[in-house]
């Protein structure tokens, strides 16, 4: 089905009168629709677009399919202007709308009210129809409808025709019944450290689902319009990339009228990725405003949070998923992990040499930190082993040489995604780093950060935005606070090689000085010649 048409067919197309009836009118032209007596309709081919706006405060979409009358195949005498053979179906509203519809607790034969407008148009020959179809959407995907289109991996069960959910709805609840099925039959216990493993993955999804407007199931990342695809997510990327540089400009713009013109152009690429990415926007226009990614802090959130995303996506893939068709659900996140995880004995000599090196990394930290790392104790110790890592890791280290024991620390949402693909170099540059005012990747550049001190990795664990509002609402009990003081670390062999030392930053690295494997940052003591105050850092590029 063509949706991309050339000028002429378009100039051709715009002289097009096709009338639009509500779906539900009475005397309009003749379409089987299932389950009527008639030999109902082929969906040719369907889209879904998603339009977000600030100005207007609201989230719109817009499912359009292209029907095929079964009937029209068999007797093509009953062909006519009143009983055509294609239809152009259409369902549009606010998007908020559809979360509100909880389809899990409808019952099979139940109905769901259906909201926003669905109507319809017809044809009786395919070309027609298919310029209709393209019409509609080159109209709403104008910069002035604003809508794109979102691709999706499964569209949702709230919009379109019932035939389309009804496909979509068989496909969920065969994906349930073979994950239940195999469930039962097995009858076995998680093997030890799969509890790790689904821990990470529901924090991973929690950490999706708290900004995304979503629900992470079997069919992946479920969004009011439907499950995202992994093509959705670079796209969303695409955009992202595309403000990086205004808004690192705009950080650094001193003119008022060009600082402006930044805002405003940052606020037209939000609404192109908000509409590509839906969230969770708030409810009055000023909580939407603040929507707006203008600072590194709001387009670092994002980033990482695609990268997640991406790391989620990967279960549903359609390809994975058929290969994992008799697995369970930690089998099916256990072969996307692609790592044995194992627990270390608390009686081993192991988990004692692991617990005294870590607890001696946190020792001796100024005062400012003291609150930080106290009472801080090793609770369990897992061994973690990713095949693809271990492939050459003995040939290569003995190469390179100076292996050392180092920590790196993350937030727990990020460790579904560190154990499914490693540790890897940030592709951009991005704020983060032990003091708000660091630049760019960091204080020695782009690279893959480690430290002989737990307490300088320990900081980067903190689940900052949970335990502020923690603070705020005065909740200091209960097993979700608890949960949450529990920090998780990586302790990784390290193949330095010959070490470049510095005592100043050098931000601007991007890989090692000639003749050097690694870098690091010299600890030094507050007010002296190091900027390195809180420990020794070592970076890999």
Not at 107 to 119: A, F, L, P, S, Y
Not at 319 to 333: A, D, G, H, N, P
Not at 478 to 505: F, N
Request: proline letters at 2%.
């Amino acid at each position: 089905i063509r949706t991309q048409i050339s000028n002429e067919d378009l100039e051709r197309q715009k002289s097009l009168k096709v009338r639009c009836y509500p779906f539900s009118l009475v005397g309009q032209p003749y379409f089987p629709e299932p389950g009527e007596g008639g030999l109902g309709f082929r969906i040719i081919n369907w889209d879904v677009l998603h339009s977000m706006s600030f100005e207007e405060n609201n989230n719109k979409f817009y499912s359009i399919e292209l029907h095929m009358s079964n009937e029209s195949e068999s007797n093509t005498s009953h062909v006519t202007q009143y009983r055509p053979s294609y239809r152009i179906f259409t369902h549009h509203g606010r998007t908020d709308e559809l979360s509100k519809i909880n389809v899990g607790t409808k019952k099979k034969g139940d109905t769901v009210k259906v909201k926003g407008n669905r109507e319809c148009r017809y044809s009786n020959t395919l070309e027609e129809a298919e310029q209709i179809y393209a019409n509609i959407i080159n109209e709403k995907t104008t910069k002035e409808k604003g809508y794109v289109k979102v691709e999706l991996f499964e569209k949702s069960r709230n919009i379109g025709s019932h035939t389309l959910n009804s496909m979509n709805e068989n496909n969920s609840n065969i994906r349930d019944e073979e994950t239940k099925v195999k469930g039962k039959e097995t009858g076995e216990k998680e093997e030890e450290g799969d509890e790790v493993v689904r821990m990470l993955y529901e924090r991973a999804s929690k950490g999706i689902t708290e900004s995304v407007s979503a629900k992470v199931t079997t069919a992946g990342i479920e969004t009011p319009l439907g499950a995202l695809s992994d093509k959705q997510i670079m796209r969303g990327e695409k955009v992202l990339m595309q403000m990086y540089n205004l808004i690192y400009v705009n950080k650094r713009q001193k003119e008022p009228e060009e600082e402006d013109g930044s805002k405003q152009r940052l606020l037209i690429s939000s609404q192109e990725f908000y509409s590509l990415i839906p969230h969770k926007l708030g409810q009055n226009k000023a909580e939407v405003l603040n929507a707006v990614i203008l600072s590194p802090e709001q387009w670092q959130s994002k980033y990482k949070l695609l990268q997640l995303m991406k790391d989620i996506i990967a279960l549903s893939n359609v390809q994975i998923r058929s290969q994992q068709k008799t697995m369970t659900e930690i089998e099916r996140i256990k072969s996307i992990l692609k790592c044995a995880i194992t627990p270390v004995s608390p009686k081993s000599v192991l988990y004692e040499n692991l617990r005294d090196h870590f607890l001696n990394g946190v020792k001796n930290v100024g005062k400012k930190y003291e609150g930080l790392v106290e009472g801080l104790e090793v609770k369990k110790v897992w061994k973690v082993a990713r095949d693809e890592e271990n492939k050459g890791w003995k040939r290569k280290s003995e190469e390179i040489g100076n292996v050392e024991m180092l920590f790196h620390g993350s937030r727990v949402s990020n460790y579904f995604g560190i154990l499914g693909r490693g540790l890897m170099v940030p592709s951009v540059a991005i704020e983060e780093g032990l003091l708000a005012k660091r630049t760019d990747f960091g204080f020695l550049g782009a690279g893959i950060y480690f430290s002989d001190n737990a307490y300088v990795s320990v900081k980067y664990t903190e689940e900052r935005k949970e335990q502020r509002e923690d603070k705020k609402r005065g909740r200091g009990k209960g097993e979700e606070r608890k949960a949450r003081e529990k920090r998780w670390m990586l302790l990784s062999q390290v193949a330095l090689g010959r070490v470049k030392e510095y005592k100043k930053m050098a931000v601007d690295l991007r890989s090692c000085p000639v003749g050097y494997d690694s870098v690091k940052g010299i600890a030094g003591e507050i007010g002296g010649d190091s900027d390195f105050v809180n420990g020794n850092e070592y970076v890999v590029f």
